[in-house]
């Protein structure tokens, strides 16, 4: 599924859901435990999504921060 918001706060939006779906897929495909930087480097990676001259791009995303708390976990 790729989401294509039209611009401004649909972007933010559809970045959020794209991270929540990556959570989803997670929970149902990988066995638990499993570390909680796990899930999070992976939703943030493929959740930050760019779609640019026609290519899709994951990991854009210049804040480090949710996945820097999601280490110290």
Partial sequence: M???PASG????LARD???ELVHLYLD???PRPRP???SEGLAE???DYEVKDGK???GNSADPAP???ALEE
């Fill in 28 to 30: 149902r495909t990988l």
């Fill in 17 to 19: 859901l794209a991270h």
């Fill in 36 to 38: 909680s930087w796990v």
């Fill in 45 to 47: 990676v493929y959740g």
């Fill in 2 to 4: 790729l989401l294509r």
């Fill in 9 to 12: 706060a649909g972007e933010e």
């Fill in 67 to 69: 996945l820097a708390s």
């Fill in 56 to 58: 899709l791009g994951f």
